[in-house]
């Protein structure tokens, strides 16, 4: 993961230093343009052998109509939350808390079952995929139909690597018991579900991605998790007692049953609202505000014309929105903190006391909802995390500055250099137009580039700021779900809009697309 990081990072620097090196106007030799091509080409080549054996998704052979691919992705649906409901055989219960707690929401998962991966594999082996591909360090065409398909083998044939990876880590490092106790045959058990589970995630995906159904199964998977946790902690029946009697854990059935069991209804409002260690109306009610904040900040955008070169009249624009980079910046950046609250908890956990693992951070358990979470009380960790409320703000400021100038620093940037990695730059988008015979009017060719810088790099900077601010908001509002969680759910909603949309405008109507 720090590699992964790392590299973004120094592809972004490369392509920033490739754009002041002079460009020379005589082409390089014929048989140097092949060597490279061949060379670039026999990378994606070495994937060929294993192409035979790689579990795959057939093409439709024909158009597959809307109501065909909501069954299909509901039906993906069901597979996955049945799967997150079935515990890994073997395991020793732990009542210890869980130390991939913050990875949570964007990785889909669920400790102790068969999604315990969640989409890790998955999303590393894409990325890095994309980052390789982006930063031409391999050469691939999608235009290309061989390429193509080995491009997506290579990454199921990674992910296949990366879950096999990480299940012997967990396993070994003693997520679910000290390997000595388990046994050498329950630990291989525990390690082949979780690489079939992980199988059926890619497969699951890739149903999606090759139009069964509708949009990705990272997508869909991410949404749902997120959406899960709201509905939860806002209908749940589950009973739980602080020592001031019994409570519902549910926001909204929490308010009903405080109304009927208590003589003071003022009173009875007010705990409904402001409850602590479970979750409130408040809470709630700030959640459904981010919602709509971020919905309302989706249809900024600048819509630049273009027109074709060769047929005249048709004129079309190309939309760069606010949110260019989508929420890959949040991804990135919790990501990354999530890895180092891991290594922190682990550091501690072995080596409590020690002055140099203390500036990292230092770790202490407390009961939230029922459940054990470790939460940072010192060290780089605590600085680089949520403050819990708003008094713990005036308490502490420096904790609410520096953990602000982070987010939105680390946003920023990862946003910024996410475009030159993954083929979005304004150098990729002019030369994605002058291929498409498209052009911007009043602009020569050649200035196509120029054009787009003035929009493009504002537009990724500029929104992976405003990313950052709303989780920050979201998190200060104490929001269901984390900001993260909510921002991932939001902009992966509103793309699942966009797609009805367009399927609607495709049919002619709403009763064309169910009927």
């Not at 005589?26 to 060597?35: D, G, L, R, W, Y």
């Not at 049945?82 to 808390?97: K, R, T």
């Not at 709201?230 to 059935?253: H, L, M």
């Not at 020569?444 to 580039?449: A, K």
């Amino acid at each position: 993961q720090v590699f992964f990081f790392l590299f973004i990072l120094f592809a972004h620097c490369h392509n920033r230093l490739e754009r002041f090196r002079p460009r020379k106007a005589v082409s390089e030799p014929p048989s140097a343009a092949m060597a490279a091509r061949k060379s670039d080409t026999k990378f994606i080549h070495l994937i060929k052998p294993f192409m035979a054996v790689i579990p795959e998704v057939q093409s439709p052979e024909r158009t597959i109509q809307f109501r065909e691919k909501v069954l299909w992705t509901a039906v993906t649906l069901i597979i996955f939350l049945v799967c997150c409901q079935i515990p890994l055989f073997g395991i020793m219960s732990s009542d210890s808390a869980d130390p991939f707690y913050w990875m949570r929401v964007i990785l889909a998962s669920n400790r102790g079952t068969l999604m315990e991966l969640g989409i890790s594999p998955i999303v590393t082996s894409g990325l890095i995929m994309q980052l390789l591909a982006g930063t031409k360090l391999i050469d691939v065409d999608q235009g290309a139909r061989e390429d193509r398909a080995l491009f997506q083998g290579a990454q199921k044939l990674f992910g296949m690597i990366i879950t096999f990876g990480q299940a012997v880590v967990y396993v070994m490092t003693g997520m679910y018991g000290a390997p000595s106790d388990l046994g050498a045959g329950i630990c291989i058990l525990i390690v082949l579900q979780l690489v079939f589970a992980g199988l059926i995630v890619l497969l699951l995906d890739e149903l999606l991605q090759k139009g069964y159904g509708l949009g990705s199964g990272i997508s869909l998977f991410i949404a749902t998790n997120v959406c899960e946790t709201i509905v939860w902690k806002a209908f749940s029946p589950t009973t739980i007692n602080q020592g001031k009697g019994t409570e519902f854990e549910g926001a909204v059935i929490a308010l009903f049953h405080l109304l009927a069991t208590r003589d003071d209804k003022f009173r009875a409002l007010h705990s409904a609202f402001t409850r602590t260690n479970l979750p409130n109306l408040t809470n709630l009610l700030a959640t459904v505000v981010v919602f709509a904040v971020v919905i309302f900040f989706q249809g900024f955008r600048v819509d630049l014309p273009i027109k074709s070169v060769k047929q005249r009249g048709q004129a079309s624009t190309y939309p760069i929105k606010l949110f260019y980079t989508s929420n890959i910046p949040i991804i990135l950046q919790s990501a990354l903190v999530s890895n180092l609250y891991f290594i922190s908890q682990m550091l501690d956990s072995k080596f409590h006391g020690n002055f140099l693992i203390g500036l990292l951070g230092s770790w202490e358990k407390y009961e939230a909802g029922g459940g054990a979470q470790s939460v940072p009380v010192s060290g780089l960790c605590y600085y680089l995390s949520p403050p819990p409320s708003f008094g713990h703000m005036a308490v502490d400021p420096l904790h609410a500055i520096i953990y602000i100038t982070f987010m939105l620093g680390s946003c920023a940037l990862f946003s910024k250099a996410w475009i030159d990695v993954s083929g979005s730059s304004p150098r990729d988008v002019a030369r994605q137009l002058r291929d498409q015979q498209m052009v911007i009017p009043r602009y020569r060719d050649q200035s196509m580039e120029k054009v787009l810088e003035r929009y493009i790099p504002t537009a990724a900077a500029f929104g992976g700021l405003c990313i950052g601010l709303l989780s920050v908001a979201a998190d200060f509002l104490g929001a269901i779900g984390s900001g993260t969680g909510i921002l991932l759910a939001v902009t992966i909603i509103y793309q699942y809009f966009e797609i009805f949309v367009k399927e609607q405008s495709d049919v002619g109507g709403m009763g064309s697309l169910l009927f």
